[in-house]
């Protein structure tokens, strides 16, 4: 057997705790898995006081640079989070020459160039399977086991914590702030929760997953991203009424030598794969050219599915093959890009668009007109007796578009917005089929 | 960059010339993934006048020894099937000093401690993820992607075929023998498709798959099998009822120092994640100790699919990790079990019973005391009106029970068909909850 390989862990929170319990509490799997002992050394926290349940206190240690630095620990995890201290740490460690494990998404969205520079510069393998998706191994799915593929779309609910309030949502019809209290209360979003339900958090994702799917690098401002804060239950019922649910997505897709990006809630048809997903589960489609479609499904987030990947890729060091897929494996190198991202107004899509107009005559013709006029054609309408909220006053229009652009569309929506009689904004989605 | 990597294939069917399509078409591809070329010297056939679309005439070859002994080529891609020949070609080639990718379930089912000890021997890898369930790389999630996790069980829709004709079963309700008829007609099932609609096939996939998540080596005949070759409509429909789709899944769990084994037609709650799973696809749930709940799902068989695992092992050898993976490892060792496999009458499930009784007063009671005598208690009952073929003389009563082991309820079964009154043989199936 060959001699145990030490780690040092950066964090001492929810994941940090789980690796740590895994680790502690398996020794013998790891050597099963690994050809040798993985032994945890370390592990840093911001407060040595508070309790940790499966950290003993002769591991803990608060100076960080005392672990990146010690000579006896060639793996260093970090898990501190934000993009800050976290890259500094990161960086320290690969010019230490260490190994670095990340499940750090933000960091890998905004500074993935300069860091992967470094780990190459350094000769060092940065392992990231915990950035995304917490237990789903997409980044060894795609970057390993679908090699003999070009990856030609991706679709992800990549948010646990949104999913479940869409999921409560459509099948209780209760509002939003409603959903997000109770998630909150079951511990499934944060007290402050905007990273999540704005969509950021997917984007974040959303990068990473591009980077290695298209191997483009694209600025994490520059994809487009709705949240599910705004989504109004009436809009689920139309698109259940329609045949569709509506999900949070991520999507990326190849288009001649563009990737387009974006995330937003999206109406699928309820007998998609995505569209049975329930809950806080995540789950992630792909089209590779050779494998066709395939899907993926499990928590997300969590601090034992975290560590489960965390750990696969400290084993993956152990082992010796994560240097090797390293080696070859060029994410985030400064090489030119063989794909450009799509202006998000030259993406074409089909679009559910509902509006509330005045219960008069002529007011579809208007819409309707409006959106000829940008030629923008309807697939099908559903107009409504009046809302009991707006009785005899505003109904709801509900129109599935064609495909069209979403620049034509939303300049055709902007103007349906100025017509008399409509109450705006109105409110569209794309659609998937 | 590194030397090329020579590749050898023995068999130009149909998944032979998927491989042949990938790699000749996107030579740039593999050297982007494997960081080096990936070159297809020869492909061994048995028929060199037999038109081969992607194999160039100049690559093929009939002595499958001359390929095998070729100093020049380092991999060997066993695609010929079956186990006799199949096995002395993976022998030949480890003894040569080959690294051998392989596709083949049965060989491995049949006779993987001899393969896998002979490569051992010769310090060579084997590479098997095309051999279950083509496109879906579960060979790689178990043994690398979830190396943190113990898994506990799995549960797979392993055979597309199967799938395919239970999917229009069930959602025609057409008898078994004309949906068998269309699935042979589309090119889902072969002429002879009895291995794939006995369960053999998913049986095979289970034994490779009971190796790589559990450490145990099933003789192929020890692992029970139901098909669904004798499944009647009325099942199904009766399972619908319930809330039950019935899928043909192949089960593996442990409990204890236990691992328990089959193949079977199942009753899955609608809203499982399995039940959801439609046509030829393929999909699989695992359950690890720290990942939780997964499901993967995708194309279970067909040119590309397949040969995009097949490739990925190719890929994997060229970068130098599958012998990093395969030194580690131990699949198919001679070492004692940690389980052992759990006789299929002491398994416990619940159970959906089937019987067709004369229409007369107290055969439920007669039945109920039957199952009773053998301490299975009673779930749920349906007693429908007489079936038209059947009109006014016997009645199919349906009855759901709680959990028992098996062989009580077989013997229960077995004194549920000597009863007056009870047209022979009650049908049977086990529930998943």
Not at 98 to 107: D, F, I, Q, R
């Amino acid at each position: 057997m060959q001699e145990p390989l030490n780690v040092g862990l950066l964090g001492g929170g929810t994941v940090g705790n789980g690796v740590a319990k895994i680790l502690l509490e398996h020794p013998e799997r790891m050597i099963l898995r690994a050809g040798r002992p993985i032994v945890l050394q370390k592990v840093v926290v911001r407060d040595p006081s508070k309790p940790r349940s499966h950290i003993p206190a002769s591991l803990i240690e608060t100076n960080p640079y005392r672990v990146i630095e010690d000579p006896n620990i060639p793996v260093i995890v970090e898990l501190v989070g934000g993009t800050t201290d976290a890259k500094n740490y990161v960086l320290a460690a690969l010019a230490a020459g260490k190994h670095v494990v990340t499940a750090n998404k933000a960091l890998l969205a905004e500074h993935g160039v300069e860091i992967f520079e470094a780990a190459r510069k350094a000769n060092r393998a940065i392992g990231f399977e915990a950035s995304v998706c917490g237990g789903i191994p997409i980044i060894n799915l795609l970057s390993q086991c679908l090699s003999a593929n070009q990856i030609t779309a991706i679709q992800g609910i990549l948010n646990g914590t949104c999913n479940f309030i869409l999921t409560t949502m459509s099948e209780e019809g209760r509002p939003y702030a409603e959903m997000l209290a109770r998630a909150q209360e079951l511990g499934y979003a944060e007290a402050n929760p905007t990273l999540d339900v704005d969509g950021s958090d997917a984007a974040h994702k959303l990068a990473v997953l591009a980077q290695i799917a298209f191997g483009v690098s694209v600025p994490f401002h520059e994809i487009e991203r709705v949240g599910i804060d705004t989504l109004h239950p009436m809009d689920l019922r139309f698109a259940y009424e329609l045949g569709y649910t509506i999900k949070l997505l991520a999507e990326g897709w190849l288009d001649g030598n563009e990737v387009a990006l974006h995330v937003a809630p999206v109406l699928l048809r309820k007998t998609d794969m995505l569209a049975q997903v329930r809950g806080v589960y995540n789950a992630i489609q792909v089209i590779g050219d050779a494998v066709g479609e395939m899907m993926f499904q499990g928590a997300g987030a969590g601090a034992l599915p975290t560590a489960s990947a965390v750990i696969s890729d400290i084993v993956d060091l152990a082992v010796g093959r994560a240097q090797k897929t390293f080696a070859v494996n060029k994410f985030w190198s400064a090489t030119p890009k063989k794909y450009q991202l799509r202006p998000s107004n030259k993406v074409r899509s089909r679009f559910y668009l509902r509006v509330l107009v005045r219960d008069e005559p002529g007011m579809l013709a208007d819409v309707a007109r409006t959106l000829a006029n940008d030629r923008i054609s309807i697939a099908s309408i559903i107009q409504h007796e009046a809302l009991e909220e707006h009785q005899g006053q505003v109904v709801p229009l509900v129109i599935m578009t064609h495909y069209a652009e979403t620049g034509q569309f939303r300049h055709a929506l902007s103007k349906i917005n100025e017509l008399p009689g409509v109450v705006p904004p109105g409110v569209s989605y794309s659609v998937d089929d």
